[in-house]
């Protein structure tokens, strides 16, 4: 009987000098990866690396009629910082009572000598034939990059004539600076085969449509320099190889428009690179696409592999409503991350943030998502202690 006790005891004791082990192995495995959605509530997700440290910027969540931040060490723990803009600052141009609250919509922010810029798109208050969608796009500028903001001037960068959303600015190696945005779909209706179709259905009596022009800026940021571009729009023809997914909108029925939209550009061993995103923006199909140049101001030529990004419940997924991506790189520079807004049957209609793996190799585009299983951690980071 003791000699069975003694046996016990034993392995009871083998048995608890592996847990800690174990339960060592288990916590550092979880902190080398991470899991999508991130926990932060953000529409149009901008990621701005300075100083060894992320910030992120979006429209919604944590603000009230302006923009709040949220910062990082990893791109994946976040932590709020609360509003950095507010739209009744000394310059503030925008309508806080116009429709949807103003719109303060996509705000982007860059570091320029040592001050930060942030582009922004909001209903502006100068409008005398009472537009419902009054959109343009101011530059406010702080000297830390959680504000507090200031608008430059006391009117928008410039006015095109048409309302204007997503701003995104790219810095040229040659030091010359160019601005990005979309013309909203309102009051623009478009000929098309898709148009035409639907309205042969029944369906819609019209479609209207948002496009992605470009156009040089001054550097100071002080307005625009020559005439918008017309970069991107959506395909007139029904053969179009890209008329399917960036149609589906209306082709689902969900609304009589199609969109070109949240646009971001880069450029890499000599290929500027423009990602957009099609479709509504609260419907299930938004997805991102991507068109190559050898100019800043195109011609673009859209890539036959579009969407690059886009829901995943056909394969059994969970995730909608992927869309208007911004770029970022691992705390080493090796890896490159496409940041965007997407949903889940478990999030509902609210925006949540993803951060995925992204590819860009030979003019080629890849993303790897979206994904909602665990990933590792982006490289450059501190490996988790072992011990």
């Known amino acids: ?25 288990r916590v550092a495995t979880a902190k080398t990866t991470y899991t999508n959605p991130l926990n932060v509530q953000f ?3 901008f990621v701005l690396y300075t100083a060894g440290t992320y910030y992120m910027y979006g429209t919604g969540a944590g603000a009230n009629k302006g923009f709040a931040a949220y910062s990082s060490k990893d791109l994946v723990n976040w932590k709020p910082e609360g509003q950095v803009y507010f739209h009744d600052n000394r310059n503030g141009w925008s309508d806080p009572e116009a429709s949807w609250g103003g719109a303060y919509w996509a705000p982007e922010v860059y570091e320029v000598k040592g001050k930060f810029y942030l582009f922004y798109s909001a209903q502006w208050k100068v409008n005398p034939t ?31 004539g048409y309302p204007i959303i997503d701003a995104n600015v790219f810095f040229d190696t040659d030091g010359r600076t160019y601005l990005y945005y979309s013309r909203a779909a309102y009051k623009h209706p478009v000929e098309s085969e898709i148009a035409d179709w639907a ?33 991107l729009r959506p395909p007139v023809r029904l053969t179009d ?24 550009t880069f450029k890499k061993e000599g290929i500027y690179y423009i990602m957009y995103s099609a479709n509504y923006f609260g419907g299930q199909h938004y997805a991102v696409g991507y068109a190559t140049s050898s100019s800043p101001l195109g011609p673009f030529k859209k890539s036959a592999d579009n969407p690059v990004l886009q829901k995943n419940t056909a394969k059994g997924g969970t995730v909608t409503g992927t869309g208007h991506n911004s770029i970022t790189y691992s705390p080493d520079g090796r ?34 998502g979206p994904t909602t299983t665990p990933q590792k951690l982006p490289s450059g980071l501190p490996l988790p202690n072992r011990n």
């Open 1 to 25: 009987m003791m000699k069975y006790i003694l046996l016990l005891f034993c392995f009871t004791g083998l048995s608890l000098h592996r847990l800690p082990a174990q339960t060592t192995q």
């Open 43 to 45: 529409g149009d997700p």
């Open 130 to 160: 009472r537009e419902v969608e009054n959109f343009r796009i101011g530059v406010a500028v702080a000297d830390k990059p959680t504000g507090p903001f200031i608008d430059l001037t006391n009117k928008p960068i410039f006015d095109p």
């Open 199 to 231: 309205k042969k259905k029944g369906w819609f009596k019209e479609v209207e449509e948002s496009w992605v022009y470009g156009v040089e800026i001054r550097p100071d940021f002080s307005g625009a320099i020559g005439e918008p571009v017309l970069l």
């Open 241 to 264: 190889k890209q008329a399917e997914w960036e149609s589906r909108s209306v082709t689902s029925r969900e609304v009589n428009r199609r969109w070109t939209e949240g646009s971001v």
């Open 335 to 368: 890896e490159m991350f496409c940041v965007y807004h997407g949903r889940t049957t478990k999030t509902g209609e609210e925006r949540v943030v993803f951060i995925d793996r992204m590819e860009v190799k030979a003019g080629k585009i890849t993303v790897s």
